[in-house]
């Protein structure tokens, strides 16, 4: 059990790195300050700084996060986030300093803020007026109740950090500077924080952006789930994927196949004068004949060779138990597969072809039983699964190859994008439904109502954790 969960963790590690990657990346390419990329939950077991944000593994599997500036919630920015924000702003000075061989590793924060404040001289006060400027909230955006005051630093080149000071890090090193502590400079700034200060949040924060940049940075952590799909597809199918021949494996006794004489080992040639490569294209086939007379070109074995023969059949129509546990009429002939296989590689073109046909197809049949679920038309008992689950199948998988982990990974990412795109509160698609409703007022909902929609939410993912590791447990129970 434990190298299943081994690599049930390591799926898992890789899609919420696609996952995060995605809010991330697009997060940064429309200017949001990302404070936080974590792979697991708290508490963080180890982590670095590059730049603006953290990166970080939590000892908690089985998911990830990104934080952003900004409460997502919050109607405008509290004394709180406005000091994580000067921490972040202090701390980007510290690094750049370090970069340049100014600061050494070793110092705590507070030292290397003051060692820095004290480096770049001392600062004019600000001005009660500027000091006092409390943002006032209008809609989704922060206007300033009075107009920027002056950095108290000048912005020229600073040698310290090798590049002009921001007007946010200018305000903090000045406060600094005139402070007797760090910690009360930080708080002073919090509790009345200049306008340009505000502006400097506000430009950099997730709440305060535009509808449609809030909308590019939710979608783009389930597309980048889905678009991996095809990428990992291509690959596999270029590593070589295992395929079942179309050998028949038995013949069920009444039905057409056993009727018409076709055995156990016939291999089948062609169907109507087609080429079958594989198992799948024969049972694709007979199912798409719409119950017409088919026409097999078997090679069957006879002592050590093989002889060809004809074999006319007509399919029925049968009730079959389809992947969602539903019943579904489909024409059969009633065989098995034997279950003999060979390794098929494409091309770079053939795989790309491949893999998004094949990604197309594994989306419709995901939808196709989500809705089924929905809809009651299949049991919940039966479609759902948990970690424990999905840890025996990843062992499963990885057990059999390579291609076949690979295969349920590629499975897992198109679920994991679909599903988060479902309108949930705490999921992605839960926060698209708020920005619908924001779209269509002109203002974002009231925060009650989110407030109390995400707590809706967050019991529905509590609820259903827990029933689909119940339905684990029952499983392995009734073996």
């Known amino acids: 059990m434990i ?71 919050g109607e405008k920015p509290t004394a709180e986030e406005i000091t994580l924000y000067l921490h972040e702003v202090g701390l980007d000075l510290i690094g750049a300093a370090r970069a340049r061989g100014v600061l050494q590793a070793g110092s705590g924060f507070d030292d290397n803020l003051r060692a820095l404040a004290d480096r770049l001289g001392p600062a004019p006060d600000l001005g009660s007026a500027a000091r006092a400027a409390i943002p006032a909230q209008s809609g989704n955006a922060t206007a300033l109740a009075v107009p920027p005051p002056a950095p108290t630093l000048a912005l020229g080149p600073v040698s310290a950090v090798g590049r002009e000071l921001k007007p946010d890090e200018a305000i903090l090193l000045g406060e600094v500077g005139r402070q007797p502590k760090v ?80 055995l156990a080992g016939d291999r089948i040639v062609s169907v109507n004068g087609r080429p079958m490569e594989s198992w799948d294209d024969f049972s694709r086939t007979i199912k798409a004949g719409n119950g017409s007379p088919i026409t097999l070109e078997v090679s069957r074995p006879q002592g050590g060779s093989s002889e060809h023969a004809t074999v006319v059949i007509k399919p029925t129509r049968l009730d079959q138990k389809t992947i969602y546990g539903t019943n579904a009429t489909a024409w059969v002939i009633g065989v098995q597969p034997r279950g003999d296989e060979t390794t098929k590689r494409y091309g770079p073109l053939g795989a790309v072809k491949e893999a998004g046909q094949t990604s197309v197809e594994m989306s419709i049949q995901m939808v196709v039983g989500i809705a089924s679920i929905f809809s009651g038309s299949t049991p919940v008992r039966e479609a759902l699964g948990g970690p424990i689950m999905i840890a025996q199948m990843a062992g499963q998988e990885a057990h059999r190859g390579l291609a076949n982990l690979a295969m349920f990974t590629v499975m897992l990412s198109l679920e994991l994008g679909i599903i988060n795109l479902l309108p949930v509160p705490l999921l992605d698609g839960g926060h698209l439904l708020f920005f619908i409703f924001e779209g269509v007022k002109g203002k974002p909902l009231e925060l009650r109502y989110r407030e109390a929609m995400l707590q809706v939410g967050l019991f529905l993912l509590v609820a259903l954790m827990a029933f689909v590791i119940f339905n684990d447990i029952s499983r392995i129970v009734q073996g």
């Not at 940064?28 to 792979?39: D, E, W």
């Open 3 to 73: 190298p299943s969960i081994l690599y049930a963790a390591l799926v898992f590690a890789v899609l919420v790195v696609v996952h995060e990657a995605g809010h991330f990346a697009m997060a940064k390419k429309v200017g949001v300050r990302v404070l936080r990329f974590s792979i697991g939950y708290p508490p963080k077991l180890f982590g670095f700084r590059r730049g603006e944000t953290e990166y970080s593994v939590g000892a908690t599997p089985f998911g990830g996060y990104v934080r952003m500036l900004g409460d997502e919630v």
């Open 183 to 262: 910690d009360d400079a930080i708080k002073s700034l919090a509790a009345h924080p200049p306008a340009a200060l505000v502006e400097a949040y506000c430009k950099r924060a997730f709440p305060t952006q535009p509808l449609g940049k809030r909308v590019l940075i939710v979608l783009a952590g389930p597309l980048s789930n889905i678009i991996f799909a095809p990428i990992l597809l291509t690959f596999v199918f270029m590593y070589g994927v295992p395929q079942l021949l179309p050998v028949v494996g038995k013949a069920t006794k009444d039905l057409p196949a056993a009727k018409a004489g076709l």
